[in-house]
């Protein structure tokens, strides 16, 4: 007699699905079997070896039902995973199991319903029609502003003439035998009793701290300092690392625009992708959501009640001006749309026939790690360690899709009012 499962689905909706497990008799009788085997093994009576205790023996001091019990949820157990397995399913939600029949001579036949994520069925996605503000060349102001940051870098404190401290003035502190740098800031409640204080004299701090705590001190003002800023030539570029300024310049005017084309091209993916998800139904379970919304908020409020924190929860929502019912329709929002936007992207990757295996993503990876001049071995070495060779797989994967969807795309550039 054969103790094969059966598995069927026997209801299938887009976001449910419904399954049948049927397990014949000679199955059932061999779980038994093997429940009682592990009692008889487990307890202890005398006059009977480890392992000999009649079932009898065992129905009395136990009752029945319980060897049955266990044999049906260990069947459940057991079985449902294959089932789901076999049948290509995977549940977003706890599996509700009914029992459908189940008695010591007759089969075990049970079912499991559960919420599921949708088969996405795609619109037409060759000749999109998108709109994307305008790449923006590199201007002269761009590259001056690049070239202060870097001057600040190399800026170094000196001492500034005068005796009366201004609003924004750098100031040389004293506490004890403690010195240090400060900015005296008129709406900064620690600093703000500086301003106007001279150099010499001493000033009185009584303020709060932004954790709540009382901060009560008194600061001996020793000088005004001043940020000294070098000449922007060749010698700061030589600090930076370059040859000269003009090698400085280049590198500056090659990053930006390679910033600018990288932010270029997330418009781009970004307003394909949107496009899809305007023409596509895409229904959610909705248990499925609000399981992750609330994990999402469950992780907020821990890391706001942490040590670290320095506002409630409650404080967090009134900086927002939100209620926390308001708060949670915000991160389901947030959430609904991430989900669609994996959903289209994993089919889009089934339509297109785009799959990248370990050889062909090893060989992406060696490539990659060239461009920035890293050792190939130790960059692959590093996504795995960090766990992350998974998502590099799949960032490589949407790369080809939005190359596709490019292909045979309409792209506008078009300025945002």
Do not use: C
Not at 164 to 183: A, F, N, P
Request: glycine share 4%; no cysteine.
């Amino acid at each position: 007699m054969s103790t094969k499962a059966d598995y069927q689905i026997t209801d299938r909706q887009e976001i449910e699905a419904t399954i049948q497990v049927s397990i014949p008799v000679e199955g059932v009788s061999q779980q038994i079997d093997a429940v009682y085997k592990d009692y008889a093994r487990e307890v202890s009576v005398p006059g009977f070896r480890k392992g000999h205790v009649p079932r009898s023996f065992l129905d009395s001091r136990f009752g029945r039902e319980v060897f049955l019990q266990e044999a049906k949820e260990e069947l459940q157990r057991k079985h449902l995973p294959i089932a789901l397995t076999e049948l290509e399913l995977r549940p977003v939600s706890t599996p509700q199991l009914e029992i459908v029949a189940f008695g010591e001579s007759e089969p075990l036949v049970f079912s499991a319903t559960f919420a599921t994520l949708p088969q996405v069925q795609l619109p037409e996605y060759k000749g999109l029609e998108v709109s994307v503000p305008p790449l923006k060349a590199v201007s002269d102001d761009d590259v001056k502003q690049a070239l202060d940051d870097v001057q600040q870098q190399f800026g170094v404190l000196g001492e500034l003439e005068g005796t009366e401290i201004s609003d924004g003035d750098l100031v040389r502190v004293k506490e004890g035998e403690k010195e240090w740098d400060t900015r005296a800031m008129s709406d900064n409640p620690i600093t703000q009793p500086l301003v106007g204080a001279t150099v010499g004299s001493t000033v009185e701090i009584n303020a709060e701290l932004p954790n709540g705590k009382p901060l009560k001190t008194k600061l001996e003002v020793v000088g005004l300092r001043q940020v000294i800023l070098p000449e922007i030539d060749d010698d700061l570029a030589k600090d930076a690392g370059y040859d000269d300024l003009d090698a400085l310049k280049k590198d500056i005017e090659e990053k930006i625009a390679k910033r600018r084309a990288d932010l270029h091209q997330q418009w781009v993916h970004s307003a394909l992708l949107e496009t899809l998800l305007e023409k596509a139904d895409i229904p959610l379970p909705e248990a499925f959501v609000s399981d992750l919304v609330n994990e999402e908020l469950a992780r907020l409020r821990e890391s706001l009640e942490g040590s670290e924190s320095n506002r409630t929860f409650s404080e967090y929502l009134e900086e927002r001006e939100q209620t926390e019912e308001e708060f949670k329709d915000e991160i389901k929002a947030s959430i609904e749309v991430r989900i669609r936007r994996e959903l289209v992207l994993q089919q889009l990757a089934v339509d297109l026939g785009i799959a990248i295996d370990d050889e062909q993503l090893a060989e992406l990876a060696e490539q990659e790690a060239v461009e920035y001049d890293e050792d190939p071995v130790r960059f692959t070495a590093r996504l795995k360690a960090e766990d992350r060779w998974d998502g590099y797989r799949l960032s490589k994967t949407n790369e080809r899709i939005f190359a596709a969807l490019a292909e045979s795309a309409t792209i506008t550039e078009k300025e945002e009012s």
